[in-house]
């Protein structure tokens, strides 16, 4: 007499199955062949073969407290109550977080299991795309990260929940704690755009602008040259850039324990990258095999097999015969 959508939200929130069927025979109470005793057998009822003193079953539900406490219907209701509690709490911490969060939080770890490989590429998908969604309607996300990851690189100090970077310098971090070669392309271009970045930081957008133009025009006359920066280094209109202390940069210590990834780089989001990376190897893996055609593959095979077959069938070379006595004596 039940439903069983509640049934089913009661055995999940870990209802006794003892108060379930209480709450069945509360339904069904005015049937007649109902009795106290069904409903409890911890109730005294009137039993007219025992010589026992009779305890009316109103007495006996007020005496045990179970008429008030121990309601099946109210402990259940009280139940879903808090499941419904906790399942709007966690979608207002979902929607508290950022959307940047939301795609980067998730478990996209790969196993051995086929079906679990499936699945967590699956997810990386769905993480991909809601990394574009949130470039698209919230890049402030995206450059709130990397600067909160570059301020804690230069300074190193870990910025706590809701801090913001004060302070930020993106050429000292491009300077003195960056892993950019001393290569004059690479040097000229992350000079630039870290100070594309410093202006903007400062509220300048006119002078960002106007380095973001310039830095087009460097690469644009260097490619002219035929990659030498003679010209294009002077078109800048600022210092050259620090190429003694980019000249100290080194690779980092993956043998040592430093990560292979960028310090700008975000874990999860190293993670993700590399997943999707896995799979579209695997994908150009599986077309090339499949793209051999079965002619192709049997010609491969039996050559393999001609050439297994001719190799024993070689035979030495015969060596030459020696010269006779005899044939060198005259006709007589």
């Not at 392309?185 to 602008?209: E, F, M, P, Q």
């Not at 973001?212 to 010209?231: E, F, K, P, R, V």
């Not at 040592?256 to 896995?278: C, Q, Y």
Request: proline share 5%.
């Amino acid at each position: 007499m039940l439903d069983a959508g509640v049934v089913h939200a009661a055995i999940q929130a870990g209802v006794p199955e003892e108060n379930l069927q209480q709450m069945q025979q509360l339904m069904a109470r005015g049937k007649p062949a109902m009795k106290v005793k069904d409903m409890n057998p911890n109730l005294a009822v009137d039993d007219a073969l025992s010589e026992d003193d009779v305890v009316p079953a109103e007495e006996g539900l007020q005496g045990s407290g179970l008429g008030e406490e121990c309601d099946p219907l109210s402990t259940s209701l009280g139940k879903l109550t808090a499941i419904v509690e906790i399942l709007s709490e966690e979608k207002k911490k979902k929607a508290a977080s950022s959307s940047l969060d939301n795609a980067l939080d998730g478990s996209y770890g790969l196993s051995g299991d086929a079906s679990a490989v499936q699945a967590s590429g699956k997810k990386a998908a769905a993480a991909r795309r809601s990394l574009r969604v949130a470039f698209e309607r919230s890049p402030q996300e995206i450059y709130a990260l990397i600067e909160r990851l570059m301020q804690e690189d230069l300074s190193s100090q870990t910025l706590g929940p809701g801090q913001h970077p004060v302070g930020l310098n993106a050429r000292a971090w491009t300077e003195f704690r960056s892993r950019i070669g001393n290569y004059r392309t690479n040097v000229y271009c992350s000079w630039s755009a870290a100070g594309i970045l410093d202006s903007l930081t400062a509220g300048d957008t006119a002078k960002a602008r106007a380095r973001a133009c310039l830095l087009l025009l460097m690469l644009d006359q260097a490619s002219i040259d035929s990659g030498s920066w003679t010209l294009a280094g002077e078109l800048s209109l600022e210092g050259a850039p620090p190429f003694s202390s980019f000249a100290k940069h080194t690779q980092p210590a993956v043998r040592d324990g430093e990560s292979p990834f960028s310090r700008l780089l975000d874990p999860r989001w190293a993670e993700l990258a590399m997943i999707h990376l896995e799979d579209t190897e695997k994908y150009l893996t599986k077309r090339k095999a499949l793209g051999r055609t079965p002619q192709q593959q049997g010609q491969k095979e039996s050559s393999t097999e001609e050439g297994a077959m001719m190799e024993p069938q070689r035979r030495p070379k015969a060596k030459p015969k020696a010269k006779s006595l005899a044939s060198t004596g005259s006709g007589d």
